[in-house]
């Protein structure tokens, strides 16, 4: 069965950065784009962006272009997101979540809480 | 973007009712809309993919109607299970945006 298995979570000091992972399981990690979502309390759900595994191509929301950066690493069936300068505002639980073939997103993440503080 | 407006924002039904969650955007998205149910602290669960095809292994109370700019998420017969947030999807437009989700509490 598809599985995304989300690293721990991150207590993270304002102005630093956090590499986030995400380790698929159950598919052909290559053959499904990987979407990353935000969710707070306040702004609710929002996309990050979306890599495709097997070429690297990436395409980013407008809002999160310059905060998020998408990566992979094929070996591990393994999906990065790295968040920089980061602030109060970007404290959030982040999930990735695969794409389907015609479904968008069908799978996610356990989600990860990232808090960001001094 | 495209902007999607649920209601309403929270909703107190009993057990054994028809359900119906509303779900707006604010331009056509050709059917590209998904529902997503999530429980507290669990992430997010497909229900309902592009406007009315059930995700394998949900339960055939869920449905999906919907065309143009408006969608709607039928509970047939709420169960206490149920008790969650759903939230509407749109990808037919980068970028993909969702609702800010109906919670449905049991009366």
């Known amino acids: 069965q598809v599985q995304l298995q989300q690293s721990g979570a991150e207590l993270v000091k304002p102005g630093t950065s956090v590499k986030l992972s995400c380790k698929a399981s159950g598919y052909t990690f290559t053959s499904n784009h990987m979407n990353w979502i935000k969710q707070t309390t306040g702004q609710g759900l929002e996309w990050i962006g979306i890599?495709?595994?097997?070429?690297?191509?990436?395409s980013y929301n407008v809002k999160f272009k310059g905060k998020a950066t998408l990566t992979v690493d094929k070996s591990s069936s393994t999906a990065f997101m790295q968040l920089s300068s980061l602030t109060p505002e970007d404290s959030a639980v982040y999930y990735c979540?695969?794409?389907?073939?015609?479904?968008?997103?069908?799978?996610w993440g356990q989600g990860v809480m990232v808090t960001v503080s001094s | 973007d495209i902007q999607m407006t649920q209601s309403p924002s929270v909703l107190s039904a009993s057990v054994g009712d028809r359900v119906t969650l509303n779900c707006k955007a604010s331009q056509n998205i050709n059917k590209y809309l998904n529902w997503y149910q999530q429980k507290l602290g669990e992430a997010p669960k497909l229900l309902i993919y592009?406007?009315?095809n059930l995700q394998t292994g949900i339960p055939s109370r869920f449905s999906g109607s919907g065309s143009g700019t408006d969608y709607t998420l039928t509970i047939s017969s709420l169960q206490p299970e149920d008790v969650a947030t759903y939230f509407c999807f749109q990808h037919n437009s980068w970028p993909d945006t969702f609702g800010a989700g109906t919670k449905l509490e049991l009366k």
């Open positions: 890599i495709n595994p097997g070429s690297g191509g990436t």
């Open positions: 979540a695969r794409s389907g073939t015609t479904v968008a997103v069908d799978y």
């Open positions: 592009n406007t009315n």
